[in-house]
């Protein structure tokens, strides 16, 4: 979605994305499926996770996507998307 809204005049439904999410946390509160503590944590790890790709794999994903596109490295970047996808999705549920 970051990607997607982007800057410039996308940029309002930066808003409309903020209030979507804080109903979904609510519902799952309300719903009994998670607790203060549980959305709380899922909520800045999301946001850490946002601001880490936006700063700094945004970019690389890019070239990664170019390189891949272009035929070039095939097995190289599949590694390297391979490990990323561990790091930044199996690691925290790991670690939570």
């Given at each position: 979605?970051?990607?997607?809204?982007?800057?410039g005049?996308?940029?309002?439904?930066?808003?409309?994305?903020?209030?979507?999410?804080a109903?979904?946390?609510?519902?799952?509160?309300?719903?009994?499926?998670?607790?203060?503590?549980?959305?709380?944590?899922?909520?800045?790890?999301?946001l850490?996770?946002?601001?880490?790709?936006?700063?700094?794999?945004?970019?690389?994903?890019?070239?990664?996507?170019?390189?891949?596109?272009?035929?070039?490295?095939?097995?190289?970047?599949?590694?390297?998307?391979?490990?990323?996808?561990?790091?930044?999705?199996?690691?925290?549920?790991?670690?939570?």
């Amino acid at each position: 979605m970051s990607d997607f809204i982007g800057l410039g005049p996308k940029k309002v439904l930066i808003g409309v994305w903020t209030v979507i999410a804080a109903l979904v946390l609510i519902s799952r509160m309300f719903l009994g499926a998670h607790s203060l503590d549980q959305i709380v944590f899922g909520g800045l790890l999301g946001l850490a996770f946002l601001i880490m790709y936006k700063y700094k794999f945004q970019e690389l994903l890019y070239y990664v996507i170019q390189d891949i596109l272009a035929f070039r490295h095939r097995l190289f970047y599949a590694v390297c998307n391979t490990v990323i996808f561990i790091i930044f999705l199996v690691v925290p549920i790991i670690i939570y």
